[in-house]
Nanobody, 127 residues
Framework: QVQVEESGGGLVEAGGSLRLSCTYS????????MGWFRQAPGKEREAVSC????????YYHQSVKGRFTISRDNAENTLYLQMNSLKPEDTAMYYC????????????????????WGQGTQVTVSS
């Protein structure tokens, strides 16, 4: 079983920054890819950024490239998403997820590739 919990969301002004954190606990050894997804009301869940276990392969949604940075600390089982230059369109519920496989994602990350999910943390960007 993998438990996932994210935090760090909040209300910020456009142009501001937030850092999301995600902690995950595992009862068995495994190499977990991690990802941040977001979902706005009435819209599909989409991958924001994902990272492989080694932390040397990444996926970024085109809309966040240059603004968001994903990182992880495997020793602490922690995942981060540094979000800079936030825009109102970034407003969504952000979810942290863990998966047992990694693919070289180019344009799309299927949420079903990630099996373990947190409850979400709300990010609201005001204009």
């Amino acid at each position: 079983q993998v438990q996932v919990e994210e935090s760090g969301g909040g209300l910020v002004e456009a142009g501001g920054s937030l850092r999301l954190s995600c902690t995950y606990s595992t009862a068995a050894f495994g190499d977990y890819a991690m990802g941040w997804f977001r979902q706005a009301p009435g819209k599909e869940r989409e991958a924001v950024s994902c990272i492989n276990f080694s932390g040397d392969s990444f996926y970024y949604h085109q809309s966040v490239k240059g603004r968001f940075t994903i990182s992880r600390d495997n020793a602490e089982n922690t995942l981060y998403l540094q979000m800079n230059s936030l825009k109102p369109e970034d407003t969504a519920m952000y979810y942290c997820a863990a998966g047992t496989k990694w693919r070289e994602y180019k344009d799309y990350v299927p949420p079903d590739d990630f099996h373990y999910w947190g409850q979400g943390t709300q990010v609201t960007v005001s204009s």
